[in-house]
């Protein structure tokens, strides 16, 4: 046999019918029209700015991009009030997750994983034969970060938090959140996956990058995938002490990021009006599903992100395929246990209407 120990435990990425390209669901469905409310995508596209200047990359795909991605790392770490030794880029915030994980994780290393969390923390873990520890959340469906405490052993090296939180939406308080860094030993490294940092509304939240300047072990991930709306040309980063970040450049492939990806993301980082816009839609896309789940008395939590977590009261399998034959694709999350709910990514006010008028036709 020549595939590694860890094998049994990996999961090829299989696309079920929430995860297919837009085509692709509505040749699945058999329909003309399909409305995609399971990615957590950005309905409004990238900022003009970015495919422009993406469009003049092209014209030297000959050429190998910058190894590092020179030019966005000292822009990000400009905005973001850090060095440039600061901050590293990834083919994307799941290459992040990965890299993270070759750095740091040896077999039997402990990895403490909120049991409501992205995915793909968990895929890491088993990648490098590390054993997960699963930590339970709050009743509100908070992040426990006490429970975490409790969990933490000499054996644990990291603690993935996803903050705001795929797939709740919510957020930890930045003031929980300090006093937590400051209880975690310092062998243990936190990373803390910002993916949604710019939709989240809670005065409590702030980013964890001033933590990064406190705390040795903190590491930030965030992503050009959601706010910037530049989920196909995979690009994300990293930021923590330049340890942690050289470490990870040892592991980090060369030129893991295409130089159209880097300039996509330059010009993207200038647009702040192309922010405030995606921002805007989310927040009107977001009041019309909230307007729905208060007049059909559903439970729903807060979001801080391009998506609502639900509590529609009724099997999530069933209300997932009800609102797929009505052309409406969102995400069940009874593979979380929660046998009730569905995550509904945030789209253009025309899709939320359509996912309205399919809830009402169901309900
Ligand atoms: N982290 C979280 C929490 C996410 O939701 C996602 C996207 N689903 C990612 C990381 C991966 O994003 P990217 O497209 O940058 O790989």
Do not use: W
Not at 62 to 77: C, F, K, T
Not at 128 to 135: D, E, I, L, R
């Amino acid at each position: 046999n020549m595939v590694r120990k860890v094998y049994p435990n990996l999961m090829p990425y299989v696309c079920q019918l929430a995860d297919l390209p837009v085509e692709e669901m509505k040749q699945a469905l058999g329909k003309d029209q399909v409305y995609k409310l399971s990615f957590n995508e950005n309905p409004l596209g990238p900022s003009p700015k970015a495919v422009e200047a993406m469009q003049k990359a092209l014209l030297q795909l000959n050429l190998y991009p910058s190894s590092n991605g020179e030019a966005v790392l000292n822009r990000i770490a400009e905005k973001e009030g850090v060095q440039p030794d600061n901050v590293i880029l990834s083919n994307g915030a799941d290459e992040m997750i990965i890299l993270v994980a070759q750095t740091f994780l040896e077999p039997e290393d402990e990895v403490i994983i909120p049991v409501v969390s992205f995915v793909q923390y968990l895929a890491s873990t088993h990648l490098m034969g590390a054993k997960p520890v699963f930590s339970p959340m709050k009743e509100d469906l908070g992040v426990d970060l006490d429970a975490i405490l409790d969990l933490i052993t000499p054996a644990t090296k990291t603690i993935f938090l996803c903050n705001p939180n795929n797939p709740t939406g919510t957020v930890i308080p930045a003031d929980e959140l300090r006093a937590f860094l400051a209880r975690v030993p310092e062998h243990v490294l936190v990373v803390i996956d910002e993916a949604y940092h710019e939709y989240a509304v809670d005065p409590e939240y702030r980013t964890s990058v001033e933590f990064v300047k406190q705390f040795k072990n903190v590491f930030v991930i965030r992503t050009f995938s959601k706010i910037y709306s530049l989920a196909a040309a995979r690009i994300g980063f990293g930021i923590g002490h330049a340890d942690v970040v050289d470490a990870i450049n040892h592991v980090r492939p060369p030129f893991n990021v295409n130089s159209i990806a880097q300039a996509g993301a330059l010009a993207s980082l200038d647009d702040e009006q192309h922010v405030a816009e995606s921002r805007r839609i989310n927040q009107v896309g977001k009041e019309l599903i909230v307007e729905l789940f208060e007049e059909l008395g559903m439970n729903y939590l807060p979001s801080n992100t391009n998506f609502v977590c639900v509590d529609t009261g009724k099997d999530s399998k069933f209300m997932f395929d009800q609102l797929a034959e009505r052309g409406v694709v969102v995400r069940n999350l009874s593979g979380y246990g929660l046998t009730t709910s569905l995550r509904i990514s945030i789209g253009q006010p025309h899709e939320m209407q359509a996912f309205v008028a399919a809830m009402k036709d169901i309900i």
